[in-house]
Each structure stands twice: as C-alpha cells, then as structure tokens.
C-alpha cells in the first residue's frame, strides 16, 4: 500500500487494482482487501460479482447490469467493522510508509559491506513501501557457509530474517505438478484450445528456482511504522558479530 512505480501510485496502472488488508499488512484491518477502478463499468462489474443486492441496487447505474442484480452471487465483501478500520486507517498510511521507508534505508545503509548479505537493487523510479524487505545471500562473501547455516545463527541471536518468501517456486509446488484444483483433475489445464499437453519442468524458470533454493533473504518491513533505530542498531549488530566467525559459522548443523 503506496509504493509508487515511474510516479504513479501501485495499483493505478490498469483500470482495477486489489489491496489485501489482512493482519500484517501496512494496511491492516484484519482480513478482506480493497479494490480500486478508474473504469465505472468495471467497478459496476466488480459490484455485481461480490456484492448483495442491498449495494448494488443503490450504486449500479448501468441498465443492463442492474437487470443482472441477484441475490444468488459469491458474496465477496467485508464486513463493515474492517472497512471502516481499513478506511481510517488510510488516514496515517504516508506518515506510517514515510517511517517504513527511512527505516529500511537506514537499515539498508547500516548492512552495507557486511559479508552475506546484498540489499535488492532499487532503481531510480521505484519507491517501495517495504511490506517486505528483500535481501540476496552473498555465498561468495563467505567460502563454504549455506544460507541455511547464515540462517540458523543470525536466528539464533533474534534478527528477524527468513529465507525465501515464495519457498517453492509456484511452477513447482503441488498443483502444477499433480495438475489438482479445486475445478476437478486435469482442469483448467486440460481445456487448452490448441489441445496441448502443458508441463512444469524442473529448470524452466533456473533463476528463481535459484533464488528460492539458495539466495533469497527477507526480512519483514510492515512492523517499522515508527522510529525502530534501536532495533536497528541491535540488528547489525548481530550481523557483524555472526559473521565475525566464519569458522563457527562452517560448524552450524542445519536440520
């Protein structure tokens, strides 16, 4: 919520944009999401999918939509507790964001030169707002150490950091591979129109099978919606002082 891609707000390049709000987010308001349209019809569409009559009747505009209102839809919406929090709460979301982002700049600067670790590039024209703040796994920093191993200590000395946040890559994980859903097995993927059989193969995707498996590092970001140098200063310093010790770094047992 308010990261900003060349200027424009995320969720404002197309005509529809969703937003969850479930715990943990910047934006959190317990669980739902939010969703935003610059195309009236597509909002009214939206409406018609996921709401009760008792909305649609009063904001659909659109005769042959508002001949389509019934009763019998997927309803879709929150409860009105969570989108009156949510709503308020997006009275605070640049102050909160401005502290996520000088927080993991701050951090980000603080970890420069530490053996291990490399922040994500960032190019000129993004401005996250760090729900998440991305690492790489510098294996080269430190000769026969795992990420696992970098894990494991910086863990144990309480740095809030965890490997990858995918895990399996998700042309890997069990429902491309078994070609399972919820639609019955084989389906969507047995519906090509050209008849095709379609495969996920190990080493389709090497450079995210890579990150997954032995390079990506995160670190959450949402919780740093206020002054957190302390906590800063308290994490590089359980940085330096794991990879102070290769040698006993090289002696972790991962399970």
């Known amino acids: 919520h308010g990261s900003r891609y060349k200027g424009k707000p995320v969720g404002t390049q197309g005509h529809l944009g969703c937003f969850s709000i479930g715990s943990g987010k910047n ?6 999401g939010m969703l935003v349209a610059d195309d009236r019809d ?13 909305r649609t009747n009063r904001e ?5 939509l508002k001949a389509r209102i019934d009763s019998l839809i997927y309803t879709y919406r929150i409860n009105t507790f969570t989108a009156a929090l949510a709503l308020k709460q997006m009275d605070r979301l640049e102050e909160t964001n401005g502290w996520r982002r000088r927080n993991a700049q701050q951090l980000r600067e603080a970890l420069s030169g530490v053996p291990g670790i490399r922040p994500v590039a960032l190019p000129a024209d993004r401005d996250p707002a760090w729900h998440i703040l991305p690492w790489t796994f510098a294996a080269e920093d430190l000769p026969g150490i795992t990420r696992g191993q970098y894990l494991k200590a910086l863990q144990a000395e309480g740095v809030p950091i965890g490997g990858s946040y995918v895990g399996t890559p998700i042309h890997l994980r069990r429902i491309f591979q078994k070609k399972d859903w919820w639609l019955g097995r084989g389906y969507p993927w047995a519906a090509s129109p050209r008849n095709e059989q379609i495969a996920y193969r190990k080493g389709d995707c090497p450079v995210a099978e890579r990150r997954c498996a032995e390079l990506d590092l995160m670190m959450g970001g949402g919780w740093a919606w206020k002054d ?3 906590l800063i200063a308290q994490i590089v310093a359980a940085f330096r002082k794991v990879t102070a010790a290769p040698d006993r770094l090289r002696e972790v047992k991962v399970g």
Do not use: Q, R, Y
């Open 27 to 32: 934006l959190a308001a317990g669980d739902g």
């Open 60 to 64: 659909i505009t659109n005769p042959e």
């Open 42 to 54: 597509l909002f009214e569409k939206a409406l018609l999918a996921g709401m009760h009559p008792g």
């Open 228 to 230: 957190v140098s302390p």
